[in-house]
């Protein structure tokens, strides 16, 4: 990591530089944080994602903790889970903090070697959102939301094969939209889908008993969201 501190700008106390920083788009933060170890530093405490969370949701703060096994956590998590509740899971332009930590959750817990069983994981998100009000119905829709924002954001490398290859095997979580495109890639016909190209391609090799595919192309889902941002390092910096 380059230290750059002995420049003007590093000379600036830290509160100005929380406020430089909130301005530059998000998709530069990750360079950013590698700058200097006081930059570093800045975007490991709770200040910038405070500051954040203020100018980009200001009503969030006023929200209340909610009952349920998916914490709220650190003033940094509840950043990325506003952004992703406004831009990774389509929710008709609602921001709903619980809807990003939902999808956080279970990026993790995909992403974990111990991982659940994928009926425990999508008992758990369901369980959830019904204890904080929503109907069953309700529930339901938005853990089928979530569990296709995640996979459509999964990176295009063998451990995402695999991990689709095991769901395929699993075959315990149904919702909508996963089944029918499934079937539909499984026999050539390619349509439109709020999954993943590419995650689709995975797994409907998988279930044909194809082997893992050597080329892989990603295409847009409709929602334009920074490269950074999608990436394993924006939510483990």
Same mark, same amino acid.
């Given at each position: 990591m380059?230290?750059?501190?002995?420049g003007?700008i590093?000379r600036?106390?830290?509160?100005?530089?929380?406020?430089?920083f909130?301005?530059?788009?998000v998709?530069? %933060? &990750?360079? *950013?944080a590698?700058?200097?170890?006081?930059?570093?530093s800045i975007?490991?405490?709770?200040?910038? %994602?405070?500051t954040?969370i203020a100018?980009?949701?200001?009503s +969030?703060?006023?929200?209340?903790? %909610?009952p349920?096994?998916?914490?709220?956590g650190s003033?940094r998590r509840r950043?990325q889970?506003?952004y &992703?509740?406004?831009?990774? /899971?389509?929710? @008709?332009?609602?921001?709903?903090?619980?809807v @990003?930590h939902?999808?956080?959750?279970?990026?993790e817990q995909l992403?974990?070697?111990a =991982?659940p069983?994928?009926?425990?994981l999508h008992?758990t998100?369901i369980?959830?959102?019904?204890a904080?009000g929503k !109907?069953?119905?309700?529930?339901?829709?938005?853990?089928?939301k *979530?569990w296709? +924002?995640?996979?459509?954001?999964?990176?295009?490398?063998q451990?995402?094969?695999?991990l689709?290859k095991?769901?395929a095997?699993?075959?315990e979580?149904?919702?909508? @939209?996963?089944?029918a +495109? /499934?079937?539909?890639l499984? /026999?050539g016909?390619? @349509?439109? !889908?709020p999954?993943?190209h590419?995650?689709?391609?995975?797994?409907?090799? !998988?279930?044909?008993?194809?082997d893992a595919?050597?080329t892989?192309t990603?295409q847009?889902?409709g929602?334009t969201?920074?490269m950074a941002m999608?990436s394993?390092s924006?939510f483990? =910096?």
């Amino acid at each position: 990591m380059t230290d750059r501190s002995d420049g003007p700008i590093g000379r600036l106390p830290e509160h100005l530089l929380v406020e430089i920083f909130v301005h530059v788009p998000v998709c530069e %933060w &990750v360079q *950013i944080a590698c700058v200097n170890k006081q930059w570093a530093s800045i975007f490991q405490g709770d200040s910038l %994602w405070q500051t954040a969370i203020a100018r980009n949701w200001p009503s +969030a703060g006023l929200r209340k903790r %909610w009952p349920g096994p998916i914490p709220r956590g650190s003033a940094r998590r509840r950043f990325q889970a506003l952004y &992703v509740s406004e831009n990774l /899971v389509p929710s @008709g332009g609602e921001i709903d903090e619980l809807v @990003g930590h939902t999808y956080l959750y279970l990026k993790e817990q995909l992403e974990h070697p111990a =991982m659940p069983p994928s009926s425990i994981l999508h008992g758990t998100i369901i369980d959830q959102f019904i204890a904080c009000g929503k !109907t069953g119905e309700k529930a339901h829709d938005l853990a089928s939301k *979530i569990w296709l +924002a995640v996979i459509d954001g999964l990176e295009e490398n063998q451990q995402t094969f695999l991990l689709l290859k095991h769901l395929a095997r699993e075959g315990e979580v149904h919702f909508k @939209g996963f089944d029918a +495109a /499934v079937d539909g890639l499984a /026999v050539g016909i390619r @349509g439109s !889908t709020p999954v993943g190209h590419v995650a689709l391609s995975l797994l409907a090799s !998988t279930l044909a008993g194809a082997d893992a595919p050597r080329t892989a192309t990603r295409q847009a889902s409709g929602v334009t969201v920074p490269m950074a941002m999608q990436s394993s390092s924006f939510f483990h =910096m």
